[in-house]
């Protein structure tokens, strides 16, 4: 199983994209999925993440601009991302925790939570 992230492109600064992660094969419902980015010369970071019991937490640098939901019947993760600044340019990467344990909302950060990962999608903002 494999995940696929869509969505990305180049924007303008103050500009809008949405995600988009689906498992590429059948799958068992997610605890968790999340984002993660990795812009280059630096290490991947978590941006946003959604637990099966609808907790989800976010990125300080991306509070108030990005929104990330699921649609639990298709396990996908959407990531709505607002008010995009240069700073977000980024190679977005989507996550899954396929174990059936609910991960503690303060681990929904880390990337060890997560097991299966997408190929990436890129995000360009330009100013």
């Known amino acids: 199983v494999q995940l696929q992230a869509s969505g990305g492109g180049l924007v303008q600064a103050g500009g809008s994209l949405k995600l988009s992660c689906a498992p590429s094969?059948?799958?068992?419902?997610?605890?968790?999925m999340g984002w993660f980015r990795q812009a280059p010369g630096k290490e991947r970071e978590f941006v946003a993440a959604i637990r099966a019991t609808g907790h989800t937490a976010y990125a300080d640098s991306v509070k108030g601009r990005f929104t990330i939901s699921r649609d639990s019947a298709k396990n996908t993760v959407y990531l709505e991302m607002n008010i995009l600044k240069p700073g977000d340019t980024a190679v977005y990467y989507c996550?899954?925790?396929?174990?059936?344990?609910?991960?503690?909302?303060?681990?929904?950060?880390?990337?060890?939570?997560?097991?299966?990962w997408g190929q990436g999608t890129q995000v360009t903002v330009s100013s």
């Open positions: 094969g059948r799958t068992g419902r997610s605890s968790a």
């Open positions: 996550a899954a925790r396929s174990a059936s344990t609910y991960p503690i909302v303060s681990a929904l950060g880390q990337r060890g939570t997560y097991d299966l």
